[in-house]
């Protein structure tokens, strides 16, 4: 049997115009995979009301057809007049749900100090609702809304911010229409693999050795952020299958997996370090303190992370972590003997078990034949040693820094496994 399909319309010229990046897409289409609908599609569009329109008739067409954005009181938001239009249906004011909004209104208008009867129009335009649509109530002044339609079909229509659309989203699947829906679908089974130090096309090489996937087990591989992340969809009955495929799948990466969970390699370093009863700070140069940044994104991190030293200038080097200057005219900052000193330094200067180190060449400018552009060296320190990588990432200034970061995390990861 197969799984109901879902796709997803976000819609917003600022999307398509490339002025913000789309969460609500990849958020939906996890939670359809969660919840064991089949993401077959994103289609992000702009405000133009044909574009939508388009694009909601296509989205309609599916078992679950999941809208977000363009419900607010501005004249471009049209997302609930292209639903009605798209499903055939008429529209009308919720008296409810406009009491609601204009409760939420007034109070804007009175935090503002501005006369409510700026506001009244789009409370008004706020409570138009498709007829059959049913409410899930506000996040902010623009509701939520469920519409059963067709053979068993649902639609759920959502605001644009994340938090939002993310605080209506339970409210949803609790809705009659979609919960009928879900009672047909069967939520697959999710194994997940990550690797780090070997290349995608050593692990499709791997995958295809051990006989593929299919039969009921997909299988997807993905280069991200330095990692290859591999993730196995399980129908509910393919685990015996997905158990000969991770038998004869795994044993030839082994070496490089070291995670088969979804918890971030930052988290994964603080716990390691944590059980260690160790503490970490870093000294960056190149990635401008975006592997602290990791660190500290993860809840209840202070009680491993100390703290970072961004030492961008070498004169910050010597001063703040007390690299000597004749390394620094020797070597240069970018060099295996400066991340050395740096990484030394900031345990001593930061106080803490573990530090690492990151410098080198982000470009777009500064590199020489000798030392070009994607030059990085990593150092981490602990108590009983150190060890050091030297890397040489292609890309552009943010994929180098990125790369950067979580090369010096991994590095941290092997220094704390070994000892």
């Not at 795994?250 to 390691?272: C, F, G, N, T």
């Not at 040489?392 to 970061?405: E, K, L, M, T, V």
Request: glycine share 12%; charged share 25%; aromatic share 4%.
């Amino acid at each position: 049997m197969s799984r109901p399909r879902a796709l997803i319309v976000v819609t917003g010229s600022e999307l398509v115009r490339g002025e913000r990046t789309d969460l609500n897409g990849p958020f939906l289409a996890r939670e359809a995979l969660r919840l064991g609908l089949e993401p077959a599609r994103i289609a992000i569009v702009g405000d133009s009301a044909d574009e939508l329109e388009e694009a909601l008739r296509a989205g309609l067409a599916a078992e679950a057809c999941f809208v977000s954005g363009g419900l607010g009181p501005t004249h471009d938001d049209r997302t609930v007049e292209m639903v009605a239009k798209a499903l055939g249906v008429g529209v009308h004011v919720d008296p409810a749900l406009e009491s609601q909004i204009q409760t939420v209104s007034r109070a804007a208008a009175e935090r503002l100090k501005r006369d409510y009867a700026d506001f009244a129009p789009g409370v008004t335009k706020q409570a138009t609702i498709p007829d059959g649509a049913f409410s899930l109530g506000l996040a902010g002044t623009a509701p939520g809304l469920v519409i059963g339609h067709g053979d068993g079909q649902v639609a759920v229509v959502l605001p644009g911010p994340p938090s939002e659309l993310q605080r209506l989203w339970p409210r949803a699947l609790e809705s009659e229409a979609f919960a009928a829906l879900l009672a047909r679908a069967r939520p697959p089974k999710r194994r997940v693999l990550r690797l780090f130090g070997v290349s995608e096309s050593a692990v499709a090489r791997a995958l295809a050795e051990a006989g593929g996937d299919g039969d009921g087990v997909e299988v997807t591989i993905c280069a991200r952020d330095f990692e290859i992340h591999v993730d196995l969809v399980i129908e509910p009955d393919a685990e015996r299958r997905a158990d000969e495929l991770e038998a004869a799948f795994v044993p030839p990466l082994e070496q490089w997996l070291y995670s088969r969970d979804e918890e971030p390699i930052e988290a994964h370093v603080l716990d390691l370090c944590r059980a260690r009863g160790w503490t970490l700070g870093t000294a960056e140069s190149c990635t401008g303190g975006l592997v602290a940044a990791r660190l500290t994104s993860v809840p209840g991190s202070s009680d491993v992370f100390l703290g970072a030293v961004v030492a961008y200038a070498d004169e910050v080097k010597q001063s703040e972590l007390g690299v000597p200057p004749e390394l620094l005219a020797e070597y240069g900052a970018v060099s295996p003997e400066v991340a050395e000193a740096m990484a030394k330094g900031a345990r001593t200067r930061l106080g803490v078990d573990v530090a690492v180190s990151v410098t080198g060449i982000a470009g777009p400018g500064g590199g020489t034949e000798e030392k070009p552009v994607g030059l990085v060296y990593l150092h981490a320190e602990g108590p009983n040693g150190g060890i050091g990588r030297e890397f040489s990432f292609p890309g552009d200034r943010a994929s180098i820094r990125a790369r950067s970061a979580v090369g010096a995390l991994h590095l941290v990861r092997r220094l704390v496994i070994n000892g």
